[in-house]
């Protein structure tokens, strides 16, 4: 190698030092900028996170309250439908009961039906003989009858 082999060499090696450091400097700036810009996005990543941490947080303290509310609410229904349960349990057995006075009041009015018929004749001034053949029903009812409806004109 002769002597001016060896500058050569070193200033070809002093330029790929210069070559390659020069590449590393514009490869680091390039780095620095995209952690730059990825801290800039953590940054907002935590803010967002941090934003949806408080509506999670006010999300389930309104859920945790309306689980509240929905459970007094099926309180108070389970005791409403109990009370309906036992008004319709008494109503039914008051209409039971109306019933069977419908029932008695009907069987009744075949009776009393004779009985209208025979006071309305003795206001027209029938005789018990007609009053008993009209309303087929006995003479001691018919007497009976009759004594009745003369006591009710005397007392008007």
Same mark, same amino acid.
């Given at each position: 190698?002769?002597?001016?082999?060896?500058?050569?060499?070193?200033?070809?090696?002093?330029?790929?030092?210069?070559?390659?450091?020069?590449?590393?400097?514009?490869?680091?700036?390039?780095?620095?900028?995209?952690?730059?810009?990825?801290?800039?996005?953590?940054?907002?990543?935590?803010?967002?996170? !941090?934003? $949806?941490?408080?509506?999670?947080?006010?999300?389930?303290?309104?859920? !945790?309250?309306?689980?509240?509310?929905?459970?007094?609410?099926?309180?108070?229904?389970?005791?409403?439908?109990?009370? $309906?349960?036992?008004?319709?349990?008494?109503?039914?057995?008051?209409?039971?009961?109306?019933?069977?006075?419908?029932?008695?009041?009907?069987?009744?009015?075949?009776?009393?039906?004779?009985?209208?018929?025979?006071?309305?004749?003795?206001?027209?001034?029938?005789?018990?003989?007609?009053?008993?053949?009209?309303?087929?029903?006995?003479?001691?009812?018919?007497?009976?009858? $009759?004594?009745?409806?003369?006591?009710?004109?005397?007392?008007?």
């Amino acid at each position: 190698m002769s002597l001016l082999a060896v500058p050569i060499i070193a200033v070809l090696a002093l330029f790929l030092v210069l070559l390659t450091s020069i590449f590393l400097f514009v490869y680091i700036n390039k780095l620095k900028s995209k952690i730059e810009i990825l801290n800039v996005q953590m940054q907002s990543t935590c803010l967002q996170v !941090d934003e $949806l941490q408080i509506v999670n947080s006010k999300l389930q303290h309104e859920f !945790d309250e309306m689980a509240g509310n929905n459970e007094k609410r099926i309180a108070e229904n389970e005791q409403v439908s109990k009370q $309906l349960e036992h008004r319709i349990k008494s109503l039914q057995h008051q209409a039971i009961e109306q019933q069977q006075l419908i029932t008695q009041w009907q069987e009744s009015q075949g009776q009393d039906k004779f009985y209208n018929r025979a006071f309305k004749l003795a206001a027209k001034g029938a005789d018990i003989e007609e009053i008993m053949s009209e309303c087929e029903l006995p003479r001691a009812e018919v007497e009976m009858l $009759l004594s009745v409806y003369m006591q009710r004109a005397r007392s008007k």
